[in-house]
């Protein structure tokens, strides 16, 4: 197996001045930009996932894919 295994690639546009401020921190922290993007990423997730309003919006999309399966 690859070592990109599990992995699915994405492709985003940032402006002119966030990819300069991502490759600034990613100088400064002495880390792969891909690693950066991967940590903010989880971080953002995390702190979403734990708002009540996300959860709510959870419930809505399990609650009519159940629908969906019940016909």
Known sequence: MSAMSGQKAMTIRLSAEQADQLE???SVE???VSDV???A???HIEQVSQEEKFQEGLRDRIERAQGLLRG
Do not use: C, E, F
């Open 30 to 32: 002495n880390q792969p």
């Open 41 to 43: 990423i989880a971080s």
């Open 24 to 26: 600034t921190v990613a």
């Open 37 to 39: 993007i991967r940590a």
